[in-house]
């Protein structure tokens, strides 16, 4: 699931520029700047900023760039384009057909900017940054899990408007997580910055697990949606098929800890923040 670790990682302490510190601010800043393209490619796209958007359609993806074989299935139980497109007023429709192909565009290169954040395993292992490894490792693997074996592997799912939703929520929260953590590495903590990092969860966070649970959904067999032992014996729903359906369930309970661990955080770090500020006024 998409969030920031359990604790906020420490900064390193100030002190000349070493070989460690120089890698991971360049680390950090390069990530930003992957996301940034990332949300500027989508932006672009959602909006046809380049009238280039209403021709595309959904056929790229990232494995087929790395010619390797993707899975074929049909059926879509979230957002059925047609019925919904219809009610929409007819200005966002445009934008709403579009919110469909962004996979097209950004998906390829959401899939390889996510992976390299396998590095910040990495990074926790060699106890170059202070990080909880299970926490840290969860949430890589939740993001490679929607990327990969989700996005890249159903249909469905690459033209389901919430895949959009999901790369704008993933890609606004990594600019300011990445550029927070940055920021920190030169001894700096900008308050603007501080602010964005404990409030804009407030948004991204139900914006982007709920995107990711509902594109998880979408996977599941439609023919019977609630599985039982008449499903398993006549084969509409597989082993995988059951992983899904209760990774769906299990991601509202750990939206719920994350979600109520930020507003926590944020009364604490805001709250210093702030009685800081008035000392040195």
Do not use: C
């Not at 899904?244 to 770090?269: A, C, D, E, H, N």
């Amino acid at each position: 699931m998409a969030g920031p670790p359990s604790k906020p990682k420490k900064s390193l302490p100030v002190t000349p520029l070493n070989p460690l510190k120089v890698y991971l601010i360049l680390y950090n800043v390069i990530s930003a700047l992957g996301w940034g393209y990332v949300l500027a490619l989508t932006l672009v796209h959602i909006f046809n900023l380049d009238s280039n958007s209403d021709a595309l359609e959904v056929k790229k993806t990232a494995t087929s760039v790395l010619s390797r074989f993707v899975s074929s299935w049909t059926s879509s139980k979230v957002f059925k384009s047609n019925s919904l497109n219809s009610q929409l007023p007819s200005f966002l429709q445009p934008i709403y057909h579009r919110t469909t192909t962004t996979f097209s565009r950004v998906g390829s290169i959401t899939a390889f900017v996510q992976s390299f954040a396998i590095l910040e395993v990495a990074h926790v292992l060699l106890r170059w940054v202070r990080s909880p490894v299970q926490t840290t490792a969860m949430q890589v693997a939740s993001r490679l899990f929607l990327v990969w074996g989700i996005a890249e592997q159903f249909p469905e799912v690459r033209s389901n408007p919430l895949y959009a939703s999901m790369v704008l929520a993933w890609s606004t929260t990594e600019i300011v997580r990445y550029s927070f953590y940055a920021f920190n590495l030169f001894g700096k903590n900008p308050y603007p910055l501080l602010w964005l990092r404990y409030t804009a969860f407030f948004v991204l966070y139900p914006l982007g697990a709920g995107s990711e649970a509902f594109l998880i959904y979408a996977t599941l067999p439609s023919s019977s949606p609630i599985p039982g032992w008449q499903a398993w014996l006549r084969g509409m729903w597989k082993p995988t098929d059951y992983v899904r359906g209760i990774l769906f369930l299990i991601w509202w309970p750990g939206l719920y800890v994350m979600y109520t661990y930020m507003m926590s955080q944020r009364r604490k770090v805001i709250g210093k923040a702030a009685a800081k500020t008035l000392k040195t006024i």
